[in-house]
């Protein structure tokens, strides 16, 4: 059985940084896509970064304009976990923050691209 768990989340004040974990257990997500998504009170769950395998030890990675040059995705293959690090953070920032994967099809950018979700982690910045 697949499992996603998220966990670094917290309260930060505005500047401030966060470092998510996502650790996956059931089956092995190196040669597939990892994203997180995050979905704010009375919002639409919305796409924050991916990470794509493209060959050899090459990853891509995208994020959404709202976060680019803040966050980074990163991942350990060994550990089987992906990271988001978060810096710089404002009050819009706060939100749920979901992990999803592996990403089999479909845009990297749509939720119903990836197979399996974490639980979420809470995330809130104080301004």
């Known amino acids: 059985q697949v499992q996603l768990v998220e966990s670094g989340g917290g309260l930060v004040q505005a500047g401030g940084s966060l470092r998510l974990s996502c650790a996956a257990s059931?089956?092995?997500?190196?040669?597939?896509?990892m994203g997180w998504f995050r979905q704010a009170p009375g919002k639409e769950r919305e796409f924050v970064a991916a990470?794509?395998?493209?060959?050899?030890?090459?990853?891509?990675?995208y994020y959404s304009n709202s976060v680019k040059g803040r966050f980074t995705i990163s991942r350990d293959n060994a550990k089987n976990t992906v990271y988001l690090q978060m810096n710089s953070l404002k009050p819009e920032d706060t939100a749920v923050y979901y992990c999803?994967?592996?990403?089999?099809?479909?845009?990297?950018?749509?939720?119903?691209?990836?197979?399996?979700w974490g639980q979420g982690t809470q995330v809130t910045v104080s301004s």
């Open positions: 059931g089956r092995t997500f190196s040669s597939h896509g």
């Open positions: 999803a994967g592996p990403r089999t099809s479909g845009s990297r950018y749509a939720k119903n691209s990836y197979d399996y």
């Open positions: 990470i794509e395998w493209s060959g050899g030890n090459t990853y891509y990675t």
